[in-house]
C-alpha cells in the first residue's frame, strides 16, 4: 500500500500550478512514496512523552518593536516585476485559469 | 449573466424556517507598522511605497512578529471574555492569487491566540442577545487589486489586474462567532446589533481606526436556513463586500429571503461566497472558490511560537479601559436616565458627543436635548452620522452657556446652531454677524413695552385691574417688535412692573 497514491500527487501537482505528464505522475507518485516511507520511520521513535516538533530551536516570543522602517521606493519595488502600469504589479486575468 | 432572484416574503420566512448566521470580523489594527516588517501601516498612499522584500515575499527575507500586534491581539480577546492561549503558532495558509506575493497568507489556523469568548449585544429595544465568540487569531491583511478591462471593475469579465501591496501584511485579527441560532425574525438586527458593539469595543480598545468605508473592519456574514422544527443547519452562504453597518442587517436579510425561496420551490443552497451590492441590497454569486478549498496548512517555519505568560496576560487584562456596555451602566447612574433615555442617547450614537458636551460644561439634560432631540432630526434630514455633522461638543456647550447667561433665548439658540451648522463659524461670530443677541437692553426693552402698552390701552387697563394673564398679548407684541430678541419672561416682568 503505497503512502501517497497517484491522485494525489496530481491534485497536488495542480494546487502548485506544476504541469505533470502522466508518465511523470507514475515516475514521482513513486518516488515520493519512498520519501514519505522513509520519513515515516522517525515515527516509529516517536511515543507519548515526546511531543511533535515544528521548530528546532527552543525559542517563544521573539518580537519586534513597532517602529517604522524604510520601505522601498516604488521604483525599487516594481523593479523585478515582469510587467506593471500606475505604478502597480499587472497581472494576468485572475479567474478562469483555473486547471 | 445573472437572472433575478425569487424571494419569499420575509414574514412567510420567519414562518417556515429558523435563520443561522455566523459572523467572521476583520479589523485592521492601527499599529505604526506591519505585522511582520517595519513598513508604515497607513491606509492609502501612492501604490507599492509601503513595501519592502518581507512584504513582497521576495527571496531570503524573513518575518519578525511586531509585538504591539500580539498586544493588541490578546487585549482584543480579553474584552471578548476569551481564553488566551498558552502556547500558539502562527501557520502558513497556501494559495496562489496575486493578492498575496508570497502565494501563502501568515495566518493562525487551530491554534487561534483567544478562544471560547462572548459579547453581549443590544438590540435596539433593549434586549439583550449573548453572541458566543468561537476564536479570535492574528493574520496579516492581502494586498488591493484593481480589476481592469471588466465593465464593472469586478472580476468577472478584467482582462488583468493590477496589485497594489501597501495594505499586504498590514496585522489583521478575524474574530469568528460560533453559530448564532435561535434569534428568528431578529436575525438580520442581530447581526447589525453584534457588529455595531464589536466596533464600538473596538474603538474603545484604541487599536482600530474600525473603519467600515475604509475597509478596517470588515464583515463577512455566513447566513443558513433550517425548516422549523429541525435542528440541523442548512447550507449556509457566506457573503463578503458588506461594508456598513447598515448593509450588514440588509445582507443577512436579503439572504434569508433568497434561500428561504429555494429551498421552498425544491432546490438546494449551493454553497458559495456571495457579493453584497450596495445600490441594490441584494447579493450575487461571487468567486468560485479554489478548487475545494485545499490550503495545506503547516505551522510557519520562519516564526517561533508564541507563549504569553500569564503574568504578561494579567499586564495587559489591567491596560483594558472602561468597556462600552460598563461606560453605558455608569453613565445612566451618574446622569440618572431611564432605560428608555439611555436607549436613545446609545441608538443615536450620541453617547461620546453627550459626554463630551458634558464634559465642556453642559449639564447631562442639556446635551442630550441638543443632540438626541434636536441635532438627531438635522442629521436624519441630511443623511449623516452626528459626528459629521459639522458642530462639535465644545460648540453646543457654548450655545448652552449663552442661553443660560441670558444672551440667547432657547429659539435664537436654534438659530445660531443652524449658522454653525451651514458653515458661518463658531457660535460667537453667527451671533455677531445675524443679530441675534437678546434685547437685554433694559431702556430699550421698555420702550417697546410702553408702545405695546400704549398701542392696545384695554390691554393696559385689563392689567391695571390686576388681570395679569393679559399680558400675554403685550409680551407678544413686544416680542414681534423686537423680532423675538427678549427674554419673554423678563419682558413680562416689565409689563407688571409698568402697570402696578
Given at each position: ?11 497536488l ?11 511523470e ?14 520519513v515515516?520511520?522517525?515515527?516509529d ?21 513597532d ?13 523585478g ?12 486575468r485572475?479567474?478562469g485559469e483555473?486547471? | ?5 425569487e424571494?419569499?416574503?420575509?414574514a ?6 429558523d435563520p ?13 507598522t ?5 513598513c508604515a501601516n497607513?491606509?492609502?498612499g501612492?501604490?507599492n ?7 513582497l515575499?521576495l ?8 509585538g ?8 482584543i480577546g480579553?474584552a ?13 495558509k ?7 506575493p ?12 483567544a478562544f ?23 493574520e496579516?491583511?492581502t ?26 501584511g ?22 447589525r446589533a453584534?457588529v455595531?458593539?464589536l466596533?464600538d ?7 482600530s ?13 455566513n ?12 447550507t ?7 461594508n ?10 436579503f439572504?434569508m ?6 429551498l ?6 449551493v ?10 441590497g441584494?447579493?450575487?454569486s ?25 503574568e504578561?496576560?494579567?499586564e ?7 468597556l ?14 431611564t ?8 441608538n ?20 442630550r ?11 436624519n ?10 458642530i ?15 444672551e440667547?433665548t ?13 458653515g ?8 455677531e454677524a445675524?443679530?441675534l443677541?437678546?434685547?437685554?437692553d433694559?431702556s430699550?426693552?421698555?420702550?417697546a413695552?410702553?408702545?405695546a402698552?400704549?398701542a ?10 390686576g ?10 407684541a413686544?416680542m ?14 416689565l ?6
Open positions: 500500500m503505497p503512502s501517497i497514491s497517484r491522485d494525489e500527487v496530481a491534485h501537482a495542480r494546487l502548485a500550478r506544476l504541469a505533470v505528464t502522466d508518465d505522475l507514475d515516475l514521482f507518485a513513486g518516488q515520493l512514496d519512498v520519501i514519505l516511507q522513509s515515516a520511520t522517525v515515527g521513535i516517536a511515543t507519548a512523552d515526546i511531543p511533535p516538533t515544528s521548530h528546532a530551536v527552543p525559542l517563544t516570543n521573539v518580537f519586534r518593536e517602529v517604522v522602517r524604510p520601505s522601498l521606493g516604488q521604483q525599487q519595488a516594481l523593479a516585476a515582469p510587467a506593471a502600469e500606475d505604478g502597480r504589479f499587472r497581472v494576468p485572475i479567474l483555473e486547471a | 449573466m445573472t437572472s433575478v432572484d424571494l419569499m416574503d420575509y412567510e420566512v420567519i414562518e417556515r424556517f443561522v448566521l455566523g459572523l467572521e470580523v476583520h479589523v485592521e489594527l492601527h499599529t505604526n506591519k505585522m511582520f516588517c517595519g497607513l491606509f492609502g501612492e501604490p511605497t509601503h513595501v519592502c522584500p518581507t512584504c515575499g527571496p531570503g527575507s524573513l518575518p519578525v512578529v511586531n504591539k500586534a500580539v498586544e493588541s491581539a490578546i487585549r480579553l471578548l471574555n476569551c481564553e488566551i492561549a498558552e502556547w500558539c503558532r502562527f501557520a502558513r497556501n494559495y496562489f492569487y496575486p493578492d498575496m508570497k502565494n501563502f497568507q501568515t495566518s493562525q489556523y487551530d491554534e487561534p491566540i471560547n469568548g462572548w459579547l453581549d449585544v443590544t438590540l435596539d429595544d433593549g434586549e439583550v442577545v449573548r453572541v458566543e465568540i468561537e476564536r479570535a487569531h492574528m496579516e491583511d494586498g488591493k487589486s484593481l480589476h481592469v478591462g471588466g465593465a464593472t471593475g469586478r472580476i468577472h469579465g478584467a482582462e488583468h489586474s493590477l496589485l497594489d501591496y501597501n495594505r499586504a498590514v496585522p489583521l485579527i478575524e474574530i469568528v462567532t460560533k453559530p448564532i441560532a435561535g434569534t428568528g425574525e431578529r436575525a438580520p438586527e442581530v447581526a453584534y455595531t458593539a466596533r469595543l473596538l474603538k474603545a480598545l484604541d487599536v481606526d474600525v473603519r467600515m468605508d475604509q475597509g478596517s473592519l470588515r464583515c463577512d456574514a447566513v443558513s436556513l433550517m425548516p422549523k422544527g429541525t435542528t440541523e443547519f442548512g449556509r452562504t457566506e457573503t463578503k463586500n458588506v456598513s453597518l447598515r448593509s450588514v442587517e440588509r445582507a443577512v436579510r439572504e429571503t433568497r434561500q428561504a425561496a429555494v421552498a420551490a425544491g432546490g438546494k443552497v454553497q458559495e461566497t456571495r457579493h453584497f451590492d450596495e445600490s441594490t441584494s447579493t450575487s461571487g468567486r468560485t472558490k479554489e478548487t475545494a478549498e485545499d490550503y495545506r496548512y503547516f505551522p510557519e517555519p520562519d516564526l517561533v511560537p508564541i507563549a504569553p505568560s500569564r504578561w496576560v494579567e495587559l487584562r489591567g491596560t483594558l479601559p472602561e462600552p456596555w460598563e461606560r453605558r451602566k455608569r453613565i445612566q447612574q451618574e446622569w440618572s436616565l432605560d428608555a433615555e439611555l436607549r436613545d442617547l446609545v443615536a450614537g450620541a453617547v461620546d458627543l453627550v459626554a463630551a458636551t458634558v464634559d465642556a460644561g453642559a449639564t447631562p439634560a442639556e446635551a436635548s441638543w443632540w438626541v432631540a434636536y441635532l438627531t432630526k438635522e442629521a434630514a441630511r443623511g449623516v452620522e452626528l459626528g459629521e455633522l459639522g462639535t461638543p465644545a460648540q453646543i456647550a457654548r450655545v448652552v452657556a449663552l442661553v443660560n447667561s441670558g440667547l432657547n429659539k435664537l439658540a436654534r438659530e445660531v446652531v443652524t449658522g454653525v451648522l451651514a458661518e463659524g463658531e457660535p460667537e461670530a453667527v451671533v445675524r443679530g443677541k437678546v434685547v437685554s433694559d430699550a426693552l421698555e420702550k413695552v410702553d408702545e402698552l400704549a392696545q390701552p384695554d390691554v393696559a387697563a385689563k392689567i391695571r385691574d388681570k395679569v394673564a393679559a399680558a400675554g398679548a403685550i409680551v407678544g413686544v414681534k417688535a423686537t423680532k423675538g430678541q427678549a427674554d419673554a419672561k423678563k419682558v413680562r416682568d409689563i407688571i412692573a409698568r402697570c402696578s
